[in-house]
């Protein structure tokens, strides 16, 4: 069954389409992964980037969502764009930019949602009230949620040393992927080439991004097929009791994940001041997290690899 991502935000401009390009065209040339992009955007930007820069075997979609009918209708016409577009592939990105219009349950139609994010004070608060507006997706017990990652895009050198994510204002637990540099660079490779190619930081940068989602979109497809297995030889998935927010991340194989995974994305727990239950979960997940010493760094500071570092000393170029 293909794996599903969905690249949105409600803010303009702050990456989605340049990560809906590039990570298509990385999952199918570096992965050899037979990889769908379906472009929502009316503008047309990823399909347009990957039509015209050099064909690395992305199918490539451009369709209209009717989000001005709003209610159920644009969620059922993207489930049918996504009926046929998982047909024969192993994944598939939709860029998507989020309207108030849409239904939030167009997310549960996916694996992942991916929402980039710049570390402006005024990006970070309306991405947190994004994600605040569908906590209800994301901490759903009925229906089974899309993992979240949150990826800092267009982050300049001197945001690097911030612990912007260490601020508790984020209202759901989410996986932090590393942060996509800002550079000319970047936007010079729009239509013409890939960030992958670029022989530098923001390169790397790209490169280090992309990893982080194939290991979590790895970890997810294991949890799936765990769940799985189970459903088929326990009782349907149906009867059993709802699972807690934090018992779901504490039972997740995030915990049993291979090390190297811990380098690439660090678990965010949901901010402890939004309510008292808020503040229970937390540090009942804090005491579990130091019985168990699971495998994960549940910190909030963000992962910054070693080349970023030696880029915000001055010692490597974007
Ligand atoms: N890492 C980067 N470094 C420098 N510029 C970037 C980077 N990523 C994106 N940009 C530039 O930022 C602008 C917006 O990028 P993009 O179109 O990908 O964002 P978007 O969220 O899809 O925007 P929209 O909301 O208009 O669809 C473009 O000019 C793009 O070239
Ligand atoms: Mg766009």
Redesign the pocket.
């Known amino acids: 069954m293909a794996f599903k991502i969905l690249i949105t935000?409600q803010?303009?401009?702050?990456?989605?389409?340049?990560?809906a390009a590039n990570l298509s065209a990385f999952m199918a040339s570096q992965l050899g992964l037979r990889t769908t992009l379906i472009d929502w955007?009316p503008?047309g930007?990823s399909s347009n980037w990957l039509r015209r820069a050099p064909n690395v075997g992305v199918l490539v979609q451009h369709l209209t969502l009717p989000i001005e009918l709003g209610g159920n209708r644009p969620v059922f016409e993207a489930r049918m764009h996504l009926r046929r577009a998982t047909q024969g592939h192993d994944i598939v990105i939709a860029?998507l930019?989020w309207t108030d219009a849409l239904a939030g349950e167009l997310m549960f139609e996916f694996d992942m949602v991916l929402v980039?994010t710049s570390v402006s004070e005024i990006e970070l608060a309306a991405t947190s009230g994004f994600l605040s507006r569908h906590r209800w997706v994301f901490d759903s017990a009925i229906a089974k949620a899309p993992a979240l990652l949150v990826c800092p895009?267009?982050v300049h050198p001197e945001q690097l040393g911030s612990n912007i994510f260490t601020r508790q204002r984020f209202p759901v637990s989410f996986m932090l992927a590393p942060p996509?540099?800002?550079?000319?660079s970047?936007?010079d490779m729009?239509e013409t080439g890939y960030l992958m190619n670029l022989p530098n930081a923001?390169g790397e940068s790209f490169i280090s991004f992309a990893q982080a989602v194939v290991a979590a979109k790895d970890i997810r497809m294991s949890h799936n097929e765990q769940e799985r297995v189970n459903a088929s030889f326990k009782q349907p998935v149906l009867n059993r009791a709802p699972l807690e927010p934090n018992r779901r991340l504490a039972q997740s194989p995030l915990n049993s994940a291979p090390k190297q995974v811990t380098t690439v994305f660090q678990v965010i727990p949901p901010a402890a001041t939004y309510s008292i239950l808020g503040r229970h979960r937390q540090r009942k997940a804090q005491e579990e997290s130091v019985e168990n010493k699971p495998a994960v760094n549940a910190g909030v500071t963000l992962g910054i690899p070693d080349f970023l570092k030696r880029f915000a000393r001055g010692t490597s170029k974007v």
């Open positions: 935000s803010k303009g401009g702050v990456g989605k389409s340049t990560v955007d503008h930007s860029d930019t980039p895009t267009r996509i540099l800002e550079s000319q970047a936007r729009f923001c």
